[in-house]
Structure formats: structure tokens, C-alpha cells
DNA sequence: GCAATCAGTTGCATTTTGCTACCAATCAGG
DNA sequence: CCTGATTGGTAGCAAAATGCAACTGATTGC
């Protein structure tokens, strides 16, 4: 698919927020779920399918959504199985907010003591906590910023 | 509320992955985009109703359980307004993810071209990339990492 | 060929969402 | 005090999304 494709048809909630246009991609309950584990290894409907829970009908037309808006490509498969959904390059690019989500997940949504899973590096050691930052690596907060509306000068 | 009620009469997803366990608390269609009017200075009702053209039962609701959730605090207004609604430690720990998606949307949902509103710091300049790294500070991508499942040692 | 598995689709019940109207409390003016 | 406007919701109902279970059609293994 072009570029362009992904932008006809779609009506945004709050069109000039980037932050509103993430969401009406893959803002509902199961997409960034499948984002999470194409990028952990699964390629096949019933992989999604096993590891999700999702039901089967919702699974496919997640798929279908996530193939039309650009962020999973469906492949034949080299062999057997009939196609592979692979992450395309934006969708591999959700990779800083599948981290963001997972460090808040790990730090508020467990009981202290809880076990969970970990995302860890090649030599096995978690990564370092995600921290917003300017331009010159100070670390920034909501109260050190500003959203400035678009304009066209 | 106590850290510990926020987990009461929780039925998580997929209870070890903290990414599933985020969706869970703020992974429906409106509560970060609340969370993210909140971070721009919003605090009444009409606030994020006017924001977020957001249905007046469903807000409700939703700040509601954001509150339950530990996300926001209502707080009784120093006067004249009834309460106002702020971010908790967690729901301000939420920035990150919200950077996230704002620099995700901006790079992956316009045409080139369009406009959008940005995000400054006290300069006025855009904030630096979010990039996930270890812990020496090399770029990790899905392809140099794993999640390596909970085990109780 | 025959059974099992995979990748879906279809139909229907349940749940969530959204719209509109309504209501209660405050507030400002006179 | 009375009136009207504004804020912060709730109630009822229609529409949409979701979930479950059963079914289909192609492929694979034996």
C-alpha cells in the first residue's frame, strides 16, 4: 500500500493530535496486544490467536485493520501455513510505546512482590527506563512542557 | 486510596505481561487522551468534555474509574467549582507513554505536509526522540530483545 | 482416502458507547 | 428573594463493538 492509502477513508478523532491519531489506529483493547507479539515472535493467526485469547472473529478483523492502516504486512507464507503477518516498519517503530507501557505497567499496575514478565536486552539485563528528554537530554515533565497548536505561517 | 486497593476486583488480561496490565487500566479509547488534557492543564469536567468532544455518561465513567485506578485524584476546588480532577504520581508517569504516541502519530499518521500540534519544552524546541536503549545506553530494537517469561526463583 | 488442524466466517447474545433530554446545585444580577 | 445562565452530572434508549460457539473450506499428516 502507498502512503497516501492509509489516509483516505479514516476520520480522525481529534485530527491535528498526534497523540489522538495513535490512538484511532491502535488505540482499542487488542491492537497494540498483537503489535507486542509480532515484535515477541508470532507470525500466524493462531499464534496471535493463543497468546491473546482474543476472539477468533475480533482477531481477524484486527488483523485486516492492522494490514489496511500500514503497521502489519501479510505475506505468503515460504511454506505450509497459508500467509505470516509481519510488522511492517511502523510497526516496529511502536516499539518505544510498547516499552513506555510495559516500565509503567511494571512500576503501577503489580503488587509489590508480584512476578511478571521481562523485556531484556541481548546479555539478559532489562533495559534502562525510557525518560523523556529536550533536545539536550535534560529529562522533561508535563510541567516543564507545552502542546502548541498547528500553524501555518 | 491505598496502592494495594487499586489491585482489589482488578481480572487482568494476561496477569504476568505489564503491557496487557496497562491496557487494561488506560487502554480504552478515551482515558489517554483525558490523561493527556490533563497533562496540558485541564481539571474540570467541562475541561475534558469540551477537549475531548467526549460523550458527558461516558467521561463521567471514565474519570471515575480513572480515579478508582489511581490515575487521578478528585480534589474538592479551592472555589467555586465543585472539584477539580489532577494526575497522581502514576497518572504523571504516564508521560513517557504518551510521548510515545504523540512522536509515533507525528512520524506515522499525517501525510506529509500536514499539520499537527507540538510538543516544546520551556525553549520552545521539540523534545529529543524516545529511544529504547540498555542499560550502557546502545539503541535495543524487537530484534535484540526478549521477553523472558515470570519464574519464582 | 480420512482424520486433524489451521484460518478464518457467520449468527446471535451481551456489553459498551453515544446521543439527547433531564435534573440538581451554584452563581450573578437586579 | 427571584430569575436565568452555567456547571456537573444522571437516565433512557438506540447503535455499535465485542465475545462465544458453531460452521466452512483448504491443507497436512498418515
Known sequence: ?????????????????????TLDLVGDRW????????????RSFGDFQHRT????????????????????DRQPAPSGRRQV??????????FAVVVAMRQWGERHAFAPGEVH???????????AELRPTDSHGSTVTTDTTTVVPPHDD
Open 1 to 21: 500500500m502507498t502512503h497516501a492509502a492509509r489516509f483516505d477513508g479514516m476520520d480522525w478523532t481529534d485530527a491535528p493530535c498526534p497523540v489522538a491519531r
Open 31 to 42: 491492537s497494540l496486544l498483537i503489535v507486542r507479539d509480532a515484535m515477541d515472535g508470532a
Open 53 to 72: 485469547g482474543i476472539a477468533r472473529n475480533i482477531l481477524s478483523d484486527r488483523l485486516r485493520r492492522l494490514v489496511e492502516r500500514g503497521i502489519l
Open 85 to 94: 503477518y509481519v510488522l511492517t516498519e511502523a510497526g516496529r517503530d511502536l
Open 117 to 127: 514478565s521481562v523485556l531484556v536486552d541481548d546479555d539478559g539485563l532489562p533495559l
